[in-house]
């Protein structure tokens, strides 16, 4: 019975499996963002989020311990220098995981991992939901209590608001020629 054996072999000695975890984590280190297996995935999230933790006290210690995984210079000046600026403030949750389909030749499940800060599609993205979410929540506090009463009165008050765009336009075009 394997009860209480929650790491994945992946199929590889231990020596192997350490050798590739440490070298996915320095390209992910690298470039921020790599395409995997999923369960490779899985598996170096649970290898590469203690290292970043670890980058956000940068002594003396921490790079020796670092590289002690990592075994590459550069993925170590990278991750003190670039990733650990970023993630300072965040306390935990440093990779995501996003399923991109299955392989064609043997069917294994493939995901693209990268460093959530470093993705600027996704920052963008959720700056924009926040400010949608505010307007709305403040729209229906206002139109929940008073629905009934003022839906005559917005038509009413939707035509003179149509008829005043259309004067000023007109005002501004006789400026315009003068």
């Known amino acids: 019975m394997r ?45 590469v989020e203690p290292l970043i933790t670890r980058s956000k006290e940068d002594s003396t210690h921490s790079r020796r311990m670092v590289f002690s995984y990592l075994q590459n210079k550069e993925a170590v000046v990278a991750l003190f220098r670039e990733v650990s600026v970023k993630v300072a403030n965040r306390p935990g949750g440093y990779t995501r995981i996003l399923k991109t389909g299955n392989r064609l030749g043997d069917n294994a499940e493939m995901c693209m991992m990268e460093l959530v800060d470093f993705n600027e599609n996704m920052l963008a993205s959720k700056e924009a939901p926040k400010a949608k979410t505010t ?44």
């Open 135 to 178: 307007r709305r929540s403040r729209g229906t506090k206002e139109k929940a209590p008073v629905a009934k009463q003022e839906k005559p009165v917005a038509k009413a008050e939707a035509a003179p608001e149509a008829e005043n765009v259309s004067e000023e336009p007109a005002a501004e075009n006789t400026e315009n020629k003068e």
């Open 3 to 47: 009860h209480g054996k929650k790491v994945n072999h992946l199929g590889r000695t231990s020596a192997h499996r350490k050798a590739m975890l440490s070298n996915m984590a320095s390209s992910l280190i690298l470039h921020k963002r790599i395409n995997t297996t999923l369960a490779k995935a899985k598996a170096l999230r649970g290898y």
